[in-house]
């Protein structure tokens, strides 16, 4: 069984920032095999990509939508991957999803959503103009 947790979503004012983050745990779950990464859910739409990290930090995108406001971070000896995310705008408002892929960051930004293997539960981020 593996479980993707996440923490950190909230209410926040337009300019301002939010950290979530996300423990991933499970017996047969090798962290250093899986590109991590976010997704997000606003109502209405479908889910979208935000941001992806493989093993390594030169493996790292993002949606064009958040470049050089977001960054993703992991912790290979914790299990965890983190979303900073700064000068927030009230289009970013959805439910934001930790994931877990078995395939190399460059090729999960492109995939559908459905393909990732595993998801948190998920946690809401609004940010109010």
């Known amino acids: 069984q593996v479980q993707l947790v996440e923490s950190g979503g909230g209410l926040v004012q337009a300019g301002g920032s939010l950290r979530l983050s996300c423990a991933a745990s499970?017996?047969?779950?090798?962290?250093?095999?899986?590109?991590m990464g976010w997704l997000r859910q606003a109502p209405g739409k479908e889910r979208e990509f935000v941001a992806a990290?493989?093993?390594?930090?030169?493996?790292?995108y993002y949606a064009e939508s958040v470049k050089g406001r977001f960054t993703i971070s992991r912790d290979n000896a914790k299990n965890t991957v983190s979303l900073q995310m700064n000068s927030l705008k009230p289009e970013d408002t959805a439910v934001y999803y930790c994931?877990?892929?078995?395939?190399?960051?460059?090729?999960?930004?492109?995939?559908?959503?459905?393909?990732?293997?595993?998801w948190g539960q998920g946690t809401q981020v609004t940010v109010s103009s």
């Open positions: 499970g017996r047969t779950f090798t962290f250093g095999m899986y590109t």
């Open positions: 990290r493989g093993w390594g930090s030169d493996s790292t």
């Open positions: 994931a877990a892929i078995r395939k190399a960051a460059v090729v999960a930004r492109t995939l559908e959503a459905k393909r990732w293997d595993y």
